[in-house]
């Protein structure tokens, strides 16, 4: 089967090795792919479009097209290629570009929430015209204050500051400074929830669904979850926390809820849902929705899983994923980031990534990296995950921190504190 996989980062290099693993004969097809992605595939380098993407569909014989990041979704390359007689025979695995709403708008999601009764923080969205309003509602709020631009940001959207002098002037410069451009043209000024947030997944196929595990992501690039948002510097699946009855809430109150929402509202969905949790004494709250598999939670959530992966993207496309019975192997897994020093901001790139070889019971899933004359080199902020197997998560844990000490780069940064607060 010919299948093409939008996406060059870690959660694209899973999809890559368990498509190679899987039961049928695949050839795989990548654009721009990172230095792992390019030996399992072949590449095309050309800028990102989507009329590339037609063309690799057409040149390539493609019947299966895998989004991976959230922007092409929400630009609407599953309307593209629905809508386009000459290719929209294609499975295509993500939702339709109203669907990618719930991760592309803020807004859009919480009034989703909000009609269909899941339960999430009280908000209020303002815009440029409405910065005084939006001054006066943070003066009437009390501390801390979470901002969130309404669009996509790369995972650093989200701003949670404790004087309203300091939310007042991010506001300012997100609504009228334009800090994340269109993505800041919305903000959201959201209630602060108390509590330990975690990641919940589900793969829907426009009727039928099931669950994947859960997983546990660190976002900040401090120890201690301090500093800067990241895209996310490790995770850990299972989740200790969540015990039976918490589990329960979960799907009562926000999985069902929402599959029920996207098929009463007649929204055009088959792919991954990410739900992001927060767990307030044991109950549930939704802080956000992704519209595809989260990075880094995919490199310890998919490898759990021993279906094969191909299967499950096939029952997807034909709506019988009522037919998969999931099978979830019970060890702990973890990922630990290592990323470019001075990653989220100014970092820099083209270093050789020593030691790969000598990695002993861990995968390596590559992220910012690249080939050049045979050499594997840094090309990202997030540059590569390591993750371990093992019967509790400490101990997997100590097998990835194990094996870093064995992989060089020039300002290698990671936390040293993956799985803290468990």
């Given at each position: 089967?010919?299948?093409?996989?939008?996406g060059?980062?870690?959660?694209?290099?899973?999809?890559?090795?368990?498509?190679?693993?899987?039961?049928?004969?695949?050839n795989?097809?990548?654009?721009?792919?990172?230095?792992?992605?390019?030996?399992l595939?072949s590449?095309?380098?050309?800028?990102?479009?989507?009329?590339?993407?037609?063309?690799?569909?057409k040149?390539?014989?493609?019947?299966?097209?895998?989004?991976?990041?959230?922007?092409?979704?929400?630009?609407?390359?599953?309307?593209?290629?629905?809508?386009?007689?000459?290719?929209?025979?294609?499975?295509?695995?993500?939702?339709?570009?109203?669907?990618?709403?719930?991760?592309?708008?803020?807004?859009?999601?919480?009034?989703?929430?909000?009609?269909?009764?899941?339960?999430?923080?009280?908000?209020?969205?303002?815009?440029?015209?409405?910065?005084?309003?939006?001054?006066?509602?943070?003066?009437?709020?009390s501390?801390?204050?979470?901002?969130?631009?309404?669009?996509?940001?790369?995972?650093?959207?989200?701003?949670?500051?404790?004087?309203?002098?300091?939310?007042?002037?991010?506001?300012?410069?997100?609504?009228?400074?334009?800090?994340?451009?269109?993505?800041?043209?919305k903000?959201?000024?959201?209630?602060f929830?108390?509590?330990?947030?975690?990641?919940?997944?589900?793969?829907?196929?426009?009727?039928?669904?099931?669950?994947?595990?859960?997983?546990?992501?660190?976002?900040?690039i401090?120890e201690g979850?301090?500093?800067?948002?990241?895209?996310?510097?490790?995770?850990?699946?299972?989740?200790?926390?969540?015990?039976?009855?918490?589990?329960?809430?979960?799907?009562?109150?926000?999985?069902?809820?929402?599959?029920?929402?996207?098929?009463?509202?007649?929204?055009?969905?088959?792919?991954?849902?990410?739900?992001?949790?927060?767990?307030?004494?044991?109950?549930?709250?939704?802080?956000?929705?992704?519209?595809?598999?989260?990075?880094?939670?995919?490199?310890?959530?998919?490898?759990?899983?021993?279906?094969?992966?191909?299967?499950?993207?096939?029952?997807?496309?034909?709506?019988?994923?009522?037919?998969?019975?999931?099978?979830?192997?019970?060890?702990?897994?973890?990922?630990?980031?290592?990323?470019?020093k001075?990653?989220?901001?100014?970092?820099?790139?083209?270093?050789?990534?020593?030691?790969?070889?000598?990695?002993?019971?861990?995968?390596?899933?590559?992220a910012g990296?690249?080939?050049?004359?045979?050499?594997?080199?840094?090309?990202g902020?997030?540059?590569?995950?390591?993750?371990?197997?093992?019967?509790t998560?400490q101990?997997?844990?100590?097998?990835?921190?194990?094996?870093?000490?064995?992989?060089?780069?020039?300002?290698?940064?990671?936390?040293?504190?993956?799985?803290?607060?468990?």
């Open positions: 089967m010919n299948i093409l996989i939008i060059n980062g870690a959660r694209e290099h899973v999809f890559f090795k368990l498509l190679a693993e899987s039961f049928a004969k695949t795989l097809f990548s654009i721009n792919p990172n230095a792992a992605i390019q030996k595939s590449a095309t380098y050309k800028p990102f479009s989507f009329n590339l993407v037609k063309e690799i569909i040149s390539s014989t493609i019947e299966m097209v895998i989004v991976g990041p959230e922007n092409p979704l929400i630009d609407g390359v599953y309307d593209f290629i629905k809508s386009d007689s000459e290719i929209n025979h294609v499975s295509v695995i993500g939702p339709s570009q109203n669907g990618a709403q719930l991760e592309g708008s803020k807004k859009f999601a919480k009034d989703f929430m909000y009609r269909n009764n899941i339960p999430t923080a009280s908000s209020k969205t303002f815009t440029k015209e409405t910065f005084l309003d939006a001054c006066d509602f943070l003066k009437k709020s501390s801390p204050y979470v901002l969130k631009a309404d669009g996509p940001a790369a995972g650093k959207g989200v701003v949670i500051l404790e004087s309203v002098e300091d939310a007042i002037a991010e506001l300012k410069s997100m609504l009228i400074d334009s800090k994340f451009g269109e993505s800041s043209k903000v959201v000024i959201e209630e929830l108390s509590g330990i947030e975690m990641s919940c997944f589900v793969i829907f196929d426009g009727k039928n669904y099931i669950t994947l595990p859960y997983a546990k992501d660190y976002k900040r401090g979850d301090v500093g800067l948002n990241t895209g996310g510097m490790g995770s850990i699946s299972p989740v200790s926390f969540i015990n039976t009855d918490l589990d329960k809430k979960i799907h009562e109150k926000i999985i069902k809820p929402t599959i029920n929402g996207i098929i009463k509202e007649q929204i055009n969905y088959k792919g991954f849902i990410f739900i992001g949790l927060i767990n307030v004494d044991n109950e549930p709250y939704v802080i956000e929705y992704n519209v595809r598999m989260g990075d880094p939670e995919t490199q310890v959530v998919l490898p759990r899983i021993e279906n094969d992966f191909l299967k499950i993207m096939l029952a997807i496309e034909n709506q019988t994923l009522d037919k998969i019975n999931l099978k979830v192997n019970p060890d702990h897994f973890s990922n630990v980031v290592l990323a470019s001075g990653y989220p901001e100014k970092y820099e790139k083209g270093f050789d990534i020593a030691g790969l070889n000598n990695v002993e019971d861990s995968i390596i899933f590559q990296t690249t080939l050049v004359e045979n050499k594997t080199i840094t090309n902020g997030r540059v590569l995950s390591v993750v371990s197997r093992d019967k998560f101990r997997a844990l100590k097998k990835s921190y194990s094996n870093i000490e064995k992989i060089n780069f020039e300002g290698k940064t990671f936390r040293k504190d993956i799985g803290f607060d468990l």
